[in-house]
């Protein structure tokens, strides 16, 4: 797809701070994720920032859905995908979308174009329930193993 592509949706001023604040939040979630250890239990990472453990695994005894997600990213920021995708898939899975959308969101900009999306709303939809059904497969195996 060409950057003038005329099949994309155009940027307007509103949408060029919102890919500007969502490159701000990538980054800033991969920094943040490059300060701490990832936790070799595959999970627990964000007791590191003075966090308590996971209140979902205390009263209830089993993980959370979202267990291991900063663990995830932790290892997702080091290069070890396959130990960010054993500790939390989904969160691998966002984490991977986002050193994607970092070059996107600066070629969007660059054409004046949301590049490959046709239709924000569906894109943003595909996206979140995709990112909710792997969320979900994830913690049923996790609770049945």
């Given at each position: 797809?060409?950057?003038?592509?005329?099949?994309?949706?155009?940027?307007?001023?509103?949408?060029?701070?919102?890919?500007?604040?969502?490159?701000v939040?990538?980054?800033?979630?991969?920094?943040?994720?490059?300060?701490?250890?990832?936790?070799?239990?595959?999970?627990?990472?964000?007791?590191?920032?003075?966090?308590?453990?996971?209140?979902?695994?205390?009263?209830?005894?089993?993980?959370?859905?979202?267990?291991?997600?900063?663990?995830?990213?932790?290892?997702?920021?080091?290069?070890?995908?396959?130990?960010?995708?054993?500790?939390?898939?989904?969160?691998?899975?966002l984490?991977f979308?986002?050193l994607?959308?970092?070059?996107?969101?600066?070629?969007?900009?660059?054409?004046?174009?949301?590049?490959?999306?046709?239709?924000?709303?569906?894109?943003?939809?595909?996206?979140?329930?995709?990112?909710?059904?792997?969320?979900?497969?994830?913690?049923?195996?996790?609770?049945?193993?």
């Amino acid at each position: 797809m060409s950057l003038n592509s005329t099949r994309s949706y155009p940027i307007t001023q509103s949408i060029r701070w919102l890919l500007l604040a969502g490159s701000v939040c990538v980054l800033g979630g991969f920094y943040t994720a490059s300060t701490v250890d990832p936790d070799p239990r595959g999970f627990g990472t964000h007791q590191q920032f003075g966090f308590p453990p996971c209140s979902f695994r205390v009263f209830i005894g089993v993980p959370c859905p979202s267990c291991g997600g900063t663990t995830s990213v932790a290892y997702f920021v080091r290069g070890q995908w396959i130990s960010s995708l054993k500790s939390n898939t989904a969160v691998f899975v966002l984490a991977f979308l986002g050193l994607v959308y970092l070059p996107w969101s600066l070629l969007s900009l660059k054409a004046g174009r949301l590049l490959g999306v046709v239709t924000p709303s569906h894109f943003g939809a595909t996206i979140l329930v995709t990112l909710s059904v792997i969320a979900v497969v994830q913690w049923g195996w996790r609770l049945l193993n």
